[in-house]
Structures are given as C-alpha cells and as structure tokens.
C-alpha cells in the first residue's frame, strides 16, 4: 500500500483503532458452559426492547490497514509505539480527533507536548518509511 504523506499515515493510525473496536472480543475458552439470563419482565422476552446499536464489523480492507498500522508499529520505538496507540484509542470514537488532554493526564504531560512528541513520532516513521521505499 502506498503512504501518500504523513497525514495518511496519522489516519492509517486512526482507522486502526477504530477498527479494533469492530473486531470480536476475546473469549475465555476455559468458560465451556453458559446458560444465558431470562428477563424478568415477560414483555422483553419477544424482543419489545429497546434496540442495541453495535458498531458494524469490520470489513477485509480495514483489517488490511489495521495489519500495515500493526506492522509500521514495528518501526517505532517503544515510547512513540505506546504514545501513538494511545493518541489512536483516543481518538476512535470522535469525529475531532485525539484527546491531547486526557491522554496528558494517563502520562502526566501537558496536552501539548503529547500533541507535538506525536507529530514528531509520525514524521520520524514516515521518514523510515520514506528510506524503505
């Protein structure tokens, strides 16, 4: 797949977090057996609930890019690896963006150093990314 720039790149990051939210849980296989729980109220058993909306799941070219994400991943080190994931999750669920600020609080930095040690960790892997190709 080609990276157009870095901005693809920080989007490329972006989906991936949005795409392991779409992506099943983790099942305990030690768990075998499971009897499911009956609604005390007779008129839920019929389905007059209200709906659960889930997100959709996630379609083979998300799980792609999520795979590339997971492999440029490799090329970063391990402070930018866990900034940049943290930075993506998030971000997932909002239309805006990262939130600098609530990441700064998890690390205990200033939501500006978090946004600027983020552009330099997708402008350092853009530059590897750039060699290789």
Request: hydrophobic fraction near 40%; aromatic fraction near 8%; proline fraction near 5%.
């Amino acid at each position: 797949m080609e990276i157009d720039g870095v901005d693809h790149l920080t989007g490329i990051f972006l989906e991936a977090a949005r795409t392991e939210l779409k992506l099943p849980a983790a099942y305990d296989l030690r768990v075998k057996g499971h009897w499911p729980d009956a609604p005390d109220d007779p008129g839920q058993s019929y389905g007059y609930n209200t709906v659960e909306v889930r997100l959709p799941r996630a379609t083979s070219a998300e799980i792609s890019r999520y795979e590339l994400a997971l492999q440029l991943t490799t090329l970063m080190e391990e402070a930018d690896r866990k900034l940049v994931w943290m930075c993506a999750h998030s971000g997932a669920r909002s239309a805006r963006g990262p939130s600098w600020r609530r990441v700064g609080k998890v690390t205990g930095v200033h939501a500006n150093t978090v946004r600027r040690r983020f552009e330099r960790a997708m402008w350092h892997l853009w530059s590897v990314v750039a060699d290789r190709a």
